[in-house]
């Protein structure tokens, strides 16, 4: 089992950068992949980016390619979102989520991203 928090999120100008944090409870966070999802209002829940175990394999989505880093320290048990270059777009609540065998089990309670325009 693994407690997720995230942190980092608030209001920013369009063309800003905010780094969100989400920490992880537990002794076996470095067995977990993570991922970054978002949620916009009235949409659904999209992927942002995904880091693999040992940091060493990256996704993301299309919308935050050359603007997004995700990254991890495992002995701080934490994983970071970087945003760069942020557009009105990008405003959503983000959630971390730790994956087991592929599937994301486990979710944080989420952080506001508003970016104005």
């Known amino acids: 089992q693994v407690q997720l928090v995230e942190s980092g999120g608030g209001l920013v100008q369009a063309g800003g950068s905010l780094r969100l944090s989400c920490a992880a409870s537990g002794r076996t966070f470095s067995r977990y992949a993570m991922a970054w999802f978002r949620q916009a209002p009235g949409k659904e829940r999209e992927f942002v980016a995904h880091?693999?175990?040992?940091?060493?394999?990256?996704y993301y989505a299309e919308s935050g390619k050359g603007r997004f880093t995700i990254s991890r320290d495992n002995a701080k048990n934490t994983v970071y979102l970087q945003m760069n270059s942020l557009k009105p777009e990008d405003t959503a609540v983000y959630y971390c989520a730790a994956s087991v065998l592929g599937s994301y089990n486990y979710w944080g309670q989420g952080t506001q991203v508003t970016v104005s325009g």
């Open positions: 880091i693999s175990s040992s940091g060493g394999n990256t």
